[in-house]
């Protein structure tokens, strides 16, 4: 394992974090101070100022994001960041964004792996929103969503859609991705005439966050953390 990617995750720092207190000869392996761009092997003793340092356990945890946050690590305009409010030891990160005005669910974890797998476009992990947006969808724009359509940055993928509440100003759309580009809901919606008032995530993959309150966070179960390795596994 790289000796920055070991500090990262004891918990020490980022992994950019990480390469600075080596440069700064904070860090040493088996006493020996540590060199940028180095490995650590089973049994290493890797410590940073004098102290030993142990790998973290990986934690993975759903949290129900709130209006307002951020899933970046900081923010100029200094709104909370998702990870502040999950209140665990472990340095948890992300697993993709979510616009600030987003809610919903939003996967937490040190897993790095995992992240990278589940944020893998080859594994076409299914998102489900809920969009609530002006107008009333019409079958045409349901079958635009579901084919395909035409983005700045090109065609999107084929989707699921239909319309879970019509109203006649505002409704609401399911619409379920395999696709993960930026503000790509709100671009779709707009592409076909139904500008978005307000975004949920329902579900990210097996995921979702029925029964928890905006804000709120758990682990996730034995069987979801199970089914998420199934469906990056090959
Ligand atoms: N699509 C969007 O437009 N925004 C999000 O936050 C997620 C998906």
């Given at each position: 394992?790289?000796?920055?990617?070991?500090?990262?995750?004891?918990?020490?720092?980022?992994?950019?974090?990480?390469?600075?207190?080596?440069?700064?000869?904070?860090?040493?392996?088996?006493?020996?101070?540590?060199?940028?761009?180095?490995?650590?092997?089973?049994?290493?003793?890797?410590?940073?100022?004098?102290?030993?340092?142990?790998?973290?356990?990986?934690?993975?945890?759903?949290?129900?994001?709130?209006?307002?946050?951020?899933?970046?690590?900081?923010?100029?305009?200094?709104?909370?960041?998702?990870?502040?409010?999950?209140?665990?030891?472990?340095?948890?990160?992300?697993?993709g964004r979510l616009d600030a005005d987003t809610t919903g669910a939003l996967l937490l974890t040190n897993d790095g792996a995992l992240a990278n797998r589940l944020a893998h476009p080859r594994y076409g992990v299914e998102k489900t929103y809920l969009a609530t947006v002006r107008g009333s969808p019409?079958?045409?724009?349901?079958?635009?969503?579901?084919?395909?359509?035409?983005?700045?940055?090109?065609?999107?993928?084929?989707?699921?859609?239909?319309?879970?509440?019509?109203?006649?100003?505002?409704?609401?759309?399911?619409?379920?991705?395999?696709?993960?580009?930026?503000?790509?809901?709100?671009?779709?919606?707009?592409?076909?005439?139904?500008?978005?008032?307000?975004?949920?995530?329902?579900?990210?993959?097996?995921?979702?966050?029925?029964?928890?309150?905006?804000?709120?966070?758990?682990?996730?179960?034995?069987?979801?953390?199970?089914?998420?390795?199934?469906?990056?596994?090959?």
């Amino acid at each position: 394992m790289r000796l920055n990617t070991f500090l990262a995750r004891s918990g020490v720092a980022s992994r950019r974090g990480a390469d600075s207190l080596i440069e700064a000869g904070r860090v040493t392996v088996n006493g020996l101070r540590a060199e940028l761009g180095s490995n650590t092997a089973e049994g290493d003793e890797v410590a940073l100022d004098g102290v030993v340092l142990q790998l973290e356990p990986y934690a993975y945890v759903l949290l129900n994001k709130p209006p307002g946050t951020i899933t970046t690590a900081s923010d100029p305009q200094r709104r909370p960041t998702v990870v502040e409010l999950v209140d665990r030891p472990e340095r948890l990160f992300p697993v993709g964004r979510l616009d600030a005005d987003t809610t919903g669910a939003l996967l937490l974890t040190n897993d790095g792996a995992l992240a990278n797998r589940l944020a893998h476009p080859r594994y076409g992990v299914e998102k489900t929103y809920l969009a609530t947006v002006r107008g009333s969808p019409c079958a045409s724009a349901l079958s635009q969503l579901e084919e395909g359509v035409e983005l700045d940055d090109g065609l999107t993928a084929p989707a699921r859609a239909r319309v879970a509440r019509r109203g006649a100003r505002e409704s609401v759309v399911e619409l379920v991705v395999h696709e993960g580009r930026k503000h790509q809901v709100k671009r779709m919606l707009a592409a076909v005439g139904h500008p978005v008032v307000a975004l949920e995530r329902a579900r990210y993959a097996s995921l979702s966050v029925r029964g928890l309150a905006p804000g709120a966070w758990r682990d996730l179960t034995p069987a979801e953390l199970a089914q998420l390795r199934r469906i990056t596994a090959v």
